[in-house]
């Protein structure tokens, strides 16, 4: 899959690092923005047994609020285990992660969170599901019921309130989940890789869904992924980490101009950016990880078509 | 494949709009693809499943009535239709083949008259159409003596026994078991124990619970909570443990915290399996009555049962029997039957019922 654009020979683009004076400006805005979320040095081993493993390694950076970053890397890089630490799932080693200043020490309705996995409540209607964080948290029925119905129209699902999560689509469940978190107003949306179960199309879908609620609401987003595309056409900035152990390799500024489309696949800018994701993930992937995952022995060929169409 | 239509059936889908065509599709290639009934996994067609639905109870009595109407189906004994010269037959009487035929020899070679006989079952297995005018009979007949139970009466007192000792081995075994499930610490302080005490076999706390709670009604509630409770304790706790974390994960991540996460994730999270794990044990509890009953006083559908064999009343036994069946199979239907109102959004439904 990494290998796709191959053909393009570096010469060509511009630099990654290029912007554009409205790119640059607008970078320029976003990074006087309040930080919202600060990680600062983050390390996290797991024990098992009597094994150590270094999960992440000195992890450090900053998001402004209203910012999207999106953290790629390799598999084993522990991008999902950083986002669990963010939402307070999973405890730390060392280091620091603040929230607008406060130390995060467990799950809150500050940080939202979508998992890949389908999370909604089975047991409850579309509705409930987006009014459950709101009761939780104090709100009165009537009044959840109100703010869920108004998260279901803005993703266009008011029609489905009275469904059961079964009877939707997986992208229909997926902005259900989404709004659910929303509706409890965090600061901060952690997703990780939300739309990695979906089909090619429905993924489209998805991310220009996000982006048009993303740019609705007043919502910082830590979205993980393994999509290099899909993290170059949300992201304001990416960043890259490394695996084994999990390190932050560069934290990319994404030179490609807003509002984004679909078009922008093919700019420049786009194919800069992404062959620099494609040379820093096949470095950070390193020898092991080819290692672990086997290689193919181009030895044999076992078949016994013969009319040579490869 | 062929399952995606009814899995998002109900809804207009607009995330699959664009491959609404491939789809429809589907369904016919199914249907053109050879449906035979030996295939690995695969669902049975609505026909198949009521046709053998009634095969499973129609095979049973068909073999019993193969039994019990084929002369030369087994039938070991001779039933005596006329005692002849043989002064101590009588008509009715059973007897093995071989007696019956040394005591004809016998009056033949003493040139008397010999009795006569139809090949027989022994007593103990009565022909289906026996039981079955036995199962209305029973209810018709009075009581050998006037303060003993009509069988209505008797079946409600087992009913009542059954009800109490369920009941109250769940209000204790639920929570506990849920509790359990969802603590690593309540499990750990409770489970060992349990589970040695759930090896031992209930009846044995017989003679201890009428020593306690008398002969009555309390010994027999007794000994279905003993044979009941432990197993619903590790059963619910494990039910609970299947919950997915990812949901409690959700919920901690939408702010839910302690009771709240109990009263509000774990518990509706598992209710739909609870419940058929209640109705598992519900059977369960039906297994351990006819023990419970002969405790103390003998009660219930089991006086009834010990009575009727008394007297040989074989037909009299088997429609109680079967009359236990069909009460504990009509339950566990109709709480079939409710779930699907009670949890209109459980996917099991679907494999159980």
């Known amino acids: 899959m990494t290998h796709m654009n191959k053909m393009i020979v570096p010469g060509e683009l511009p630099s990654y690092l290029d912007q554009s004076a409205a790119v640059r400006a607008r970078f320029d805005r976003l990074k006087a923005r309040e930080v919202i979320l600060k990680v600062d040095h983050l390390s996290k081993v797991f024990t098992t047994g009597k ?207 807003h509002p984004r489309s679909t078009n922008q696949f093919i700019t420049p800018e786009f194919l800069a950016t992404k062959a620099r994701l494609e040379e820093l993930i096949h470095k950070g992937a390193g020898h092991d990880a080819e290692e672990d995952e086997g290689t193919y022995q181009m030895v044999t060929r076992l078949t016994d078509v013969t009319d040579d169409v490869d | 494949m062929s399952d995606s239509g009814s899995l998002n059936s109900g809804a207009v889908l607009e995330e699959v709009a664009a491959q609404e065509l491939p789809a429809r599709l589907t369904p016919r290639a199914a249907t053109r693809r050879k449906r035979g009934w030996f295939q690995v996994l695969r669902p049975l067609t609505p026909r198949a499943r009521l046709l053998f639905g009634i095969l499973s109870f129609v095979l049973p009595i068909a073999a019993w009535c193969v039994v019990s109407y084929v002369p030369f189906v087994w039938h070991p004994q001779v039933e005596i239709t006329d005692p002849g010269s043989v002064d101590y037959l009588q008509v009715g009487m059973r007897m093995n083949k071989a007696d019956f035929a040394s005591i004809v020899a016998e009056a033949k ?82 489970e060992p124990f349990i589970e040695f005490f759930r090896y031992l076999p209930a009846p044995a706390f017989g003679a201890l619970a009428v020593a306690i709670l008398g002969i009555y009604d309390g010994p027999k509630i007794t000994i279905i909570v003993i044979g009941t409770f432990f197993q619903q304790v590790l059963i619910i706790a494990n039910t609970t443990r299947k919950l997915d974390v990812a949901l409690v994960e959700a919920a901690l991540t939408l702010g839910t915290r302690n009771f709240k996460l109990l009263w509000r994730v774990v518990i509706p999270g598992i209710l739909p399996d609870l419940y058929r794990d209640q109705r598992i044990l519900l059977g369960w509890a039906w297994t351990y009555l006819i023990v419970a009953e002969l405790i103390g006083t003998t009660s219930g559908i089991t006086w009834f049962i010990t009575q009727q064999a008394r007297y040989q009343h074989f037909d009299n036994v088997y429609a109680a029997i079967f009359i236990i069946g069909i009460i504990g199979l009509g339950t566990d239907i109709v709480l079939a039957l409710l779930a699907r109102r009670l949890f209109p959004w459980d996917r099991g439904l679907a494999k159980t019922a």
């Open chain 2, 109 to 190: 070679s003493d040139h008397k008259d010999p009795p006569q006989g139809v090949s027989s079952n022994p007593i103990y297995l009565p022909a289906p159409h026996e039981v079955a005018k036995a199962m209305y009979t029973a209810f018709v007949t009075p009581p050998p003596t006037k303060d003993s139970p009509w069988l209505h009466q008797s079946l409600w007192h087992s009913i009542q026994v059954i009800f109490w000792g369920f009941v109250i081995s769940s209000i204790i075994g639920v929570p506990l078991g849920i509790l359990c499930g969802t603590y690593a610490a309540f499990a750990r302080v409770s």
């Open chain 1, 51 to 257: 094994r150590e493993t270094l999960a992440l390694n000195d992890i450090s950076f900053e998001t402004h609020r209203r910012e999207f970053l999106c953290v790629v890397g390799p598999s084993g890089c522990g991008k999902s285990t950083l986002a669990r630490i963010l939402a307070g799932l999973e405890d730390y080693t060392s280091g620091e992660v603040l929230l607008q200043g406060q130390p995060v020490t467990e799950p809150g309705s500050d940080r939202g969170m979508v998992f890949q996995g389908y999370t909604l409540f089975p047991w409850l209607t579309v509705k409930k599901n987006v009014m459950f964080g709101l009761e939780i948290n104090g709100k009165s029925r009537h009044e959840a019921e109100q703010q869920a119905l108004q998260w279901l129209q803005l993703i266009g699902l008011e029609k489905f309130a009275e469904c059961y999560p079964h009877q939707l689509s997986g992208g229909m469940k997926q902005r259900v989940a989404i709004v659910r978190a929303l509706a409890n107003q965090p600061r901060i949306l952690l997703m990780d890789e939300p739309f990695g179960a979906l089909d090619a199309q429905t993924r489209a879908r998805m991310q220009a869904h996000l982006l048009e609620i993303w740019r609705k609401i007043d919502i910082t987003i830590v979205f993980i992924t393994h999509d290099l595309d899909e993290a170059i056409f949300l992201a304001d900035r990416v960043l890259v980490l490394s695996a084994h152990p999990g390190e932050v390799q560069e934290l990319i500024e994404v030179p490609v101009p």
